[in-house]
Protein backbone atom coordinates (compact mmCIF):
# COMPACT_ATOMS: atom_id res chain seq x y z
CA UNK A 1 0.00 0.00 0.00
CA UNK A 2 1.66 3.17 -0.96
CA UNK A 3 1.55 6.17 1.67
CA UNK A 4 1.55 8.90 -1.14
CA UNK A 5 -1.85 10.63 -2.34
CA UNK A 6 -3.15 9.23 -5.17
CA UNK A 7 -2.54 11.87 -7.60
CA UNK A 8 1.07 11.65 -7.23
CA UNK A 9 1.26 7.97 -7.56
CA UNK A 10 -0.08 8.75 -10.97
CA UNK A 11 2.17 10.90 -12.36
CA UNK A 12 5.66 10.36 -13.68
CA UNK A 13 6.94 13.68 -12.45
CA UNK A 14 8.11 16.77 -14.44
CA UNK A 15 11.75 15.85 -16.27
CA UNK A 16 13.50 18.85 -16.47
CA UNK A 17 16.97 18.77 -19.14
CA UNK A 18 20.54 17.42 -18.57
CA UNK A 19 23.14 19.27 -16.72
CA UNK A 20 26.28 17.71 -17.24
CA UNK A 21 28.01 18.00 -13.64
CA UNK A 22 31.70 17.59 -15.84
CA UNK A 23 33.08 19.83 -18.24
CA UNK A 24 33.87 20.77 -21.76
CA UNK A 25 30.48 20.54 -22.49
CA UNK A 26 28.62 22.87 -25.14
CA UNK A 27 25.24 23.90 -23.27
CA UNK A 28 22.39 24.52 -25.69
CA UNK A 29 19.03 22.41 -23.99
CA UNK A 30 17.83 24.47 -21.04
CA UNK A 31 17.47 27.69 -22.62
CA UNK A 32 19.69 29.40 -20.08
CA UNK A 33 21.53 32.66 -21.51
CA UNK A 34 25.23 32.57 -22.51
CA UNK A 35 26.31 35.79 -20.81
CA UNK A 36 27.05 36.68 -17.54
CA UNK A 37 25.01 38.62 -15.55
CA UNK A 38 25.26 42.39 -14.53
CA UNK A 39 28.13 43.29 -12.31
CA UNK A 40 26.10 45.07 -10.16
CA UNK A 41 24.71 41.51 -9.10
CA UNK A 42 27.71 39.94 -8.19
CA UNK A 43 28.70 43.22 -5.94
CA UNK A 44 24.73 42.65 -4.27
CA UNK A 45 25.62 39.46 -3.53
CA UNK A 46 29.03 39.68 -1.81
CA UNK A 47 26.92 42.70 -0.11
CA UNK A 48 24.18 40.39 0.91
CA UNK A 49 26.85 37.40 1.97
CA UNK A 50 28.56 39.51 4.64
CA UNK A 51 25.36 40.73 5.98
CA UNK A 52 22.31 39.47 8.16
CA UNK A 53 22.57 36.33 6.82
CA UNK A 54 21.37 35.47 10.26
CA UNK A 55 17.89 36.75 10.13
CA UNK A 56 15.26 36.18 7.65
CA UNK A 57 14.57 38.14 4.18
CA UNK A 58 12.34 40.71 4.21
CA UNK A 59 9.09 38.56 3.27
CA UNK A 60 7.15 41.31 1.23
CA UNK A 61 10.88 41.69 -0.64
CA UNK A 62 10.07 44.97 -0.77
CA UNK A 63 12.89 46.56 -2.13
CA UNK A 64 12.42 44.11 -5.09
CA UNK A 65 9.04 44.98 -5.55
CA UNK A 66 9.85 49.03 -5.97
CA UNK A 67 12.22 48.10 -8.42
CA UNK A 68 10.12 46.27 -10.66
CA UNK A 69 7.60 48.18 -10.29
CA UNK A 70 9.44 50.76 -11.65
CA UNK A 71 10.80 49.09 -14.64
CA UNK A 72 6.58 47.65 -15.55
CA UNK A 73 5.08 51.28 -14.29
CA UNK A 74 2.84 49.90 -11.60
CA UNK A 75 2.66 50.04 -7.89
CA UNK A 76 4.70 48.13 -5.81
CA UNK A 77 1.39 45.70 -4.62
CA UNK A 78 1.11 44.48 -8.03
CA UNK A 79 4.54 42.68 -8.02
CA UNK A 80 4.62 39.49 -6.03
CA UNK A 81 7.89 37.53 -5.94
CA UNK A 82 8.64 33.97 -5.92
CA UNK A 83 11.32 31.09 -5.71
CA UNK A 84 11.71 30.96 -9.54
CA UNK A 85 8.53 31.67 -12.30
CA UNK A 86 8.15 28.18 -11.23
CA UNK A 87 6.54 28.88 -7.76
CA UNK A 88 4.85 30.93 -9.18
CA UNK A 89 2.96 28.85 -11.33
CA UNK A 90 2.86 26.65 -8.66
CA UNK A 91 1.25 29.57 -5.95
CA UNK A 92 -1.29 30.13 -9.11
CA UNK A 93 -2.46 26.39 -9.66
CA UNK A 94 -2.98 26.42 -5.89
CA UNK A 95 -4.93 30.11 -5.29
CA UNK A 96 -7.34 29.55 -8.03
CA UNK A 97 -7.61 25.97 -9.15
CA UNK A 98 -9.84 23.52 -6.83
CA UNK A 99 -9.16 19.66 -6.94
CA UNK A 100 -12.45 18.99 -8.94
CA UNK A 101 -11.74 22.40 -11.53
CA UNK A 102 -9.99 22.85 -14.43
CA UNK A 103 -6.74 24.04 -15.87
CA UNK A 104 -5.97 24.47 -19.49
CA UNK A 105 -3.02 25.09 -21.46
CA UNK A 106 -1.70 25.12 -25.39
CA UNK A 107 -0.43 22.04 -26.87
CA UNK A 108 2.31 21.17 -27.84
CA UNK A 109 3.62 23.63 -25.17
CA UNK A 110 5.41 23.37 -21.95
CA UNK A 111 4.58 20.45 -20.12
CA UNK A 112 5.05 21.37 -16.32
CA UNK A 113 2.11 22.89 -16.71
CA UNK A 114 0.11 19.64 -16.72
CA UNK A 115 2.25 18.37 -13.85
CA UNK A 116 1.36 21.50 -11.24
CA UNK A 117 -2.39 20.30 -12.33
CA UNK A 118 -2.06 16.86 -11.35
CA UNK A 119 -0.16 17.63 -8.39
CA UNK A 120 -3.09 19.53 -6.99
CA UNK A 121 -5.47 16.60 -8.03
CA UNK A 122 -6.74 19.02 -10.81
CA UNK A 123 -8.23 18.14 -14.09
CA UNK A 124 -6.53 19.38 -17.17
CA UNK A 125 -7.26 19.83 -20.76
CA UNK A 126 -4.25 20.45 -23.66
CA UNK A 127 -5.75 23.15 -26.48
CA UNK A 128 -3.83 21.79 -29.77
CA UNK A 129 -2.56 24.34 -31.35
CA UNK A 130 -2.59 24.26 -35.69
CA UNK A 131 0.27 23.14 -37.22
CA UNK A 132 1.41 26.63 -37.61
CA UNK A 133 1.60 27.22 -33.80
CA UNK A 134 -1.72 29.10 -34.42
CA UNK A 135 -5.30 28.67 -32.20
CA UNK A 136 -7.86 26.67 -32.95
CA UNK A 137 -10.21 29.02 -31.77
CA UNK A 138 -13.73 27.27 -31.62
CA UNK A 139 -11.74 23.99 -29.70
CA UNK A 140 -10.34 26.26 -27.40
CA UNK A 141 -13.09 28.14 -26.26
CA UNK A 142 -15.37 24.74 -25.36
CA UNK A 143 -12.24 24.75 -22.67
CA UNK A 144 -12.39 27.77 -21.91
CA UNK A 145 -15.72 28.06 -20.69
CA UNK A 146 -15.58 25.85 -17.54
CA UNK A 147 -11.69 26.75 -17.23
CA UNK A 148 -10.56 28.18 -13.90
CA UNK A 149 -6.79 28.82 -15.08
CA UNK A 150 -5.44 29.12 -18.95
CA UNK A 151 -1.81 28.76 -18.66
CA UNK A 152 -0.33 30.61 -21.68
CA UNK A 153 3.30 30.65 -22.50
CA UNK A 154 4.18 33.77 -24.67
CA UNK A 155 6.64 33.41 -26.67
CA UNK A 156 5.70 29.46 -26.72
CA UNK A 157 7.66 26.39 -25.74
CA UNK A 158 9.15 24.60 -28.01
CA UNK A 159 7.72 26.59 -30.63
CA UNK A 160 9.23 30.33 -29.72
CA UNK A 161 6.08 32.08 -31.80
CA UNK A 162 4.47 34.84 -30.11
CA UNK A 163 0.22 35.65 -30.33
CA UNK A 164 -0.43 39.09 -30.06
CA UNK A 165 -2.36 41.05 -27.62
CA UNK A 166 -6.11 40.57 -29.62
CA UNK A 167 -5.39 36.92 -29.72
CA UNK A 168 -4.74 36.47 -26.11
CA UNK A 169 -7.31 38.26 -24.87
CA UNK A 170 -10.09 36.19 -26.67
CA UNK A 171 -7.79 33.22 -24.46
CA UNK A 172 -9.47 35.19 -20.88
CA UNK A 173 -11.67 32.23 -19.35
CA UNK A 174 -15.08 33.73 -18.38
CA UNK A 175 -14.82 32.08 -15.30
CA UNK A 176 -11.18 32.38 -14.20
CA UNK A 177 -7.86 33.79 -14.84
CA UNK A 178 -5.02 33.90 -17.69
CA UNK A 179 -2.00 33.89 -17.00
CA UNK A 180 0.69 34.84 -19.77
CA UNK A 181 3.86 33.39 -19.28
CA UNK A 182 6.51 35.53 -20.28
CA UNK A 183 9.53 33.51 -19.10
CA UNK A 184 11.33 34.58 -22.92
CA UNK A 185 9.30 37.97 -22.88
CA UNK A 186 12.45 39.99 -23.01
CA UNK A 187 13.70 37.96 -26.48
CA UNK A 188 10.80 39.39 -28.31
CA UNK A 189 11.52 42.37 -31.31
CA UNK A 190 8.52 43.97 -29.11
CA UNK A 191 8.76 43.25 -25.42
CA UNK A 192 6.28 43.72 -23.60
CA UNK A 193 5.87 45.79 -20.29
CA UNK A 194 2.40 44.54 -18.80
CA UNK A 195 0.38 46.89 -21.15
CA UNK A 196 -2.38 43.92 -21.06
CA UNK A 197 -3.13 44.32 -17.43
CA UNK A 198 -4.61 47.97 -18.17
CA UNK A 199 -7.09 46.54 -21.14
CA UNK A 200 -10.91 46.07 -19.53
CA UNK A 201 -10.08 41.92 -18.94
CA UNK A 202 -6.88 42.97 -16.82
CA UNK A 203 -8.25 41.76 -13.43
CA UNK A 204 -8.31 38.72 -15.00
CA UNK A 205 -4.42 38.15 -16.01
CA UNK A 206 -1.71 37.67 -14.46
CA UNK A 207 1.87 38.04 -15.97
CA UNK A 208 5.00 35.74 -14.69
CA UNK A 209 8.42 36.95 -15.33
CA UNK A 210 12.12 34.99 -14.47
CA UNK A 211 15.19 35.71 -14.09
CA UNK A 212 17.07 32.73 -15.45
CA UNK A 213 16.32 33.69 -18.91
CA UNK A 214 17.03 37.66 -19.82
CA UNK A 215 18.98 38.52 -16.63
CA UNK A 216 21.56 35.29 -16.76
CA UNK A 217 20.06 34.09 -13.47
CA UNK A 218 18.94 30.45 -13.58
CA UNK A 219 21.37 29.45 -10.99
CA UNK A 220 19.76 32.12 -8.41
CA UNK A 221 16.23 30.74 -8.34
CA UNK A 222 13.82 34.17 -8.68
CA UNK A 223 10.64 35.25 -10.89
CA UNK A 224 8.03 37.14 -9.84
CA UNK A 225 3.97 38.14 -10.76
CA UNK A 226 2.85 40.98 -11.77
CA UNK A 227 -1.10 41.69 -11.90
CA UNK A 228 -3.89 43.97 -9.84
CA UNK A 229 -3.12 44.24 -6.13
CA UNK A 230 -6.42 42.08 -5.46
CA UNK A 231 -4.98 38.90 -6.87
CA UNK A 232 -1.70 39.49 -5.51
CA UNK A 233 -3.47 39.64 -1.70
CA UNK A 234 -4.98 36.57 -2.45
CA UNK A 235 -1.67 35.14 -3.93
CA UNK A 236 0.38 36.37 -1.40
CA UNK A 237 -1.82 34.11 1.15
CA UNK A 238 -0.03 31.10 -0.26
CA UNK A 239 2.95 31.65 -0.79
CA UNK A 240 5.57 30.06 1.81
CA UNK A 241 6.46 32.93 4.41
CA UNK A 242 10.21 33.35 3.37
CA UNK A 243 9.79 31.85 0.05
CA UNK A 244 12.76 34.14 -1.34
CA UNK A 245 16.03 34.73 0.28
CA UNK A 246 18.11 37.38 0.73
CA UNK A 247 21.18 36.38 -1.64
CA UNK A 248 18.50 35.94 -4.06
CA UNK A 249 16.22 39.44 -3.25
CA UNK A 250 19.62 41.06 -3.85
CA UNK A 251 20.59 39.82 -7.07
CA UNK A 252 17.33 40.24 -8.48
CA UNK A 253 17.11 43.95 -7.77
CA UNK A 254 20.60 44.61 -8.63
CA UNK A 255 19.84 42.96 -11.84
CA UNK A 256 16.55 44.28 -12.69
CA UNK A 257 17.89 47.56 -11.61
CA UNK A 258 20.50 47.19 -14.52
CA UNK A 259 18.31 47.28 -17.54
CA UNK A 260 21.07 48.66 -19.91
CA UNK A 261 23.28 45.29 -19.28
CA UNK A 262 20.12 42.56 -19.56
CA UNK A 263 19.12 44.88 -23.34
CA UNK A 264 22.59 44.57 -24.38
CA UNK A 265 22.75 40.79 -23.82
CA UNK A 266 19.40 40.40 -25.27
CA UNK A 267 20.40 42.14 -28.35
CA UNK A 268 23.27 39.99 -28.96
CA UNK A 269 20.96 36.90 -28.50
CA UNK A 270 18.71 38.67 -30.95
CA UNK A 271 21.33 38.94 -33.61
CA UNK A 272 22.70 35.64 -33.25
CA UNK A 273 19.34 33.58 -33.25
CA UNK A 274 19.08 35.17 -36.87
CA UNK A 275 21.95 33.64 -37.95
CA UNK A 276 21.22 30.51 -36.32
CA UNK A 277 17.75 30.61 -38.20
CA UNK A 278 19.21 31.00 -41.61
CA UNK A 279 22.17 28.45 -41.40
CA UNK A 280 19.65 25.57 -39.60
CA UNK A 281 17.60 26.35 -43.36
CA UNK A 282 19.90 26.24 -45.44
CA UNK A 283 20.95 22.63 -43.89
CA UNK A 284 17.31 21.44 -44.87
CA UNK A 285 15.76 22.22 -41.17
CA UNK A 286 12.05 23.68 -41.27
CA UNK A 287 12.85 26.74 -38.76
CA UNK A 288 9.81 28.39 -36.63
CA UNK A 289 10.38 32.25 -36.42
CA UNK A 290 11.22 32.61 -32.79
CA UNK A 291 10.64 35.26 -30.33
CA UNK A 292 12.69 33.30 -27.54
CA UNK A 293 16.41 32.23 -26.91
CA UNK A 294 15.94 29.45 -28.57
CA UNK A 295 14.45 28.11 -32.18
CA UNK A 296 12.75 24.34 -32.53
CA UNK A 297 14.17 22.80 -35.90
CA UNK A 298 12.12 19.96 -37.33
CA UNK A 299 14.24 17.55 -40.82
CA UNK A 300 12.28 16.48 -43.26
CA UNK A 301 14.38 13.50 -43.81
CA UNK A 302 16.82 13.02 -40.57
CA UNK A 303 15.56 11.41 -37.52
CA UNK A 304 15.73 13.78 -34.96
CA UNK A 305 16.79 11.35 -32.08
CA UNK A 306 19.68 10.40 -33.98
CA UNK A 307 21.11 13.99 -34.74
CA UNK A 308 20.67 14.70 -30.57
CA UNK A 309 22.24 11.65 -29.77
CA UNK A 310 25.55 12.58 -32.34
CA UNK A 311 25.67 15.60 -31.48
CA UNK A 312 26.03 14.44 -27.74
CA UNK A 313 28.66 12.15 -28.49
CA UNK A 314 30.14 15.43 -29.53
CA UNK A 315 29.59 16.94 -26.48
CA UNK A 316 26.93 19.33 -27.61
CA UNK A 317 23.44 18.89 -25.85
CA UNK A 318 19.97 20.40 -27.52
CA UNK A 319 17.00 19.30 -26.00
CA UNK A 320 15.17 16.59 -28.13
CA UNK A 321 11.05 17.00 -27.25
CA UNK A 322 8.24 14.95 -28.10
CA UNK A 323 4.76 15.12 -27.68
CA UNK A 324 2.08 12.66 -28.26
CA UNK A 325 -1.33 12.75 -29.43
CA UNK A 326 -0.96 15.21 -32.01
CA UNK A 327 -3.42 14.56 -34.55
CA UNK A 328 -1.49 16.49 -37.39
CA UNK A 329 1.50 14.84 -36.99
CA UNK A 330 2.94 12.19 -38.55
CA UNK A 331 1.42 9.33 -36.48
CA UNK A 332 0.13 11.55 -33.86
CA UNK A 333 3.86 12.44 -32.69
CA UNK A 334 5.77 15.41 -33.34
CA UNK A 335 9.36 15.63 -32.62
CA UNK A 336 11.71 17.91 -33.34
CA UNK A 337 15.03 19.77 -31.64
CA UNK A 338 14.48 22.91 -29.80
CA UNK A 339 18.24 24.86 -29.59
CA UNK A 340 18.92 27.70 -26.97
CA UNK A 341 20.92 30.23 -29.07
CA UNK A 342 24.51 30.64 -27.46
CA UNK A 343 27.67 32.23 -27.88
CA UNK A 344 28.76 33.22 -31.83
CA UNK A 345 31.77 30.57 -31.08
CA UNK A 346 29.37 27.85 -29.48
CA UNK A 347 26.91 28.29 -32.49
CA UNK A 348 29.88 27.95 -34.71
CA UNK A 349 30.83 25.03 -33.24
CA UNK A 350 27.10 23.51 -33.62
CA UNK A 351 26.79 24.59 -36.91
CA UNK A 352 30.11 23.08 -38.00
CA UNK A 353 29.15 20.02 -35.87
CA UNK A 354 26.17 19.64 -37.80
CA UNK A 355 27.25 19.64 -41.06
CA UNK A 356 29.55 17.44 -40.73
CA UNK A 357 27.08 14.87 -39.38
CA UNK A 358 24.61 15.92 -42.29
CA UNK A 359 27.03 14.72 -45.02
CA UNK A 360 27.54 11.60 -44.10
Not at 59 to 86: K, M, Q, Y
Not at 95 to 116: A, G, K, M, N, Q
Not at 185 to 200: I, K, N, Q
Not at 241 to 264: E, G, K, P, R, V
Request: with cysteine; glycine share 6%.
Amino acid sequence: MSLFRAAIDRIAGYAPGEQPQDSGWIKLNTNENPYPPSPMVVEAITSAAKGRLNLYPDPLSTAFRRAAADVFNVEPDWILPGNGSDEILTILTRSFVDSHELTVYPYPSYILYETLADIQGARHARMLLNPDWSWDMPAANKWLENARLALIPNPNSPSGNRWDDATLQELVPPQGVLVLDEAYGDFADTPHRAEMLRSPLGKQMVITRTFSKSYSLAGIRFGFAIAHPDLIAGMRKVKDSYNCDAIALAAATAAISDQTWMQANVAKIRTTRQRLDAALRAFGFDVTPSQANFVWATHPDRSHRELYEALKQRKILVRYMVYRDVAWANGGVLDGLRITVGTDAEIDTLLSTLNDILSK
